[in-house]
Nanobody
Framework: QVQLVESGGGLVQAGGSLRLSCAAS????????MAWFRQAPGKERDFVAA????????YYAESVKGRFTISRDNAKNTVYLQMSGLKPEDTAVYYC?????????????????WGQGTQVTVSA
């Protein structure tokens, strides 16, 4: 059983930066994929980025490539999402997710474990 706790959301002006953190406990291993999703009001939950827990593979949604970076600190069991060049359309609740395996998982139904979410609001 994996527990995920996000932090780091907030209000930022367009063009600014934020770093989200996701602390994982209870079952991280080398065969886990960690991901970030986001959900704006009235919209579906969308894939943002993912990383294999142990390894070099990361992948991103086209809408955030070049602006967002997913990284991890294995010693702290924490995954980060560094967001820069933020736009008002990045406003959403951001969720951390996890599942076993090593593949390209980009839909919410692919993931077993979820955090509670953290709000990111980007003002124009």
């Amino acid at each position: 059983q994996v527990q995920l706790v996000e932090s780091g959301g907030g209000l930022v002006q367009a063009g600014g930066s934020l770093r989200l953190s996701c602390a994982a406990s209870g079952g991280t291993s080398s065969s886990i994929v960690m991901a970030w999703f986001r959900q704006a009001p009235g919209k579906e939950r969308d894939f943002v980025a993912a990383s294999w827990w142990s390894g070099s593979m990361t992948y991103y949604a086209e809408s955030v490539k070049g602006r967002f970076t997913i990284s991890r600190d294995n010693a702290k069991n924490t995954v980060y999402l560094q967001m820069s060049g933020l736009k008002p359309e990045d406003t959403a609740v951001y969720y951390c997710a996890a599942r076993g395996g090593r593949n390209y998982y980009t839909t919410p139904s692919d993931y077993n474990y979820w955090g509670q979410g953290t709000q990111v609001t980007v003002s124009a």
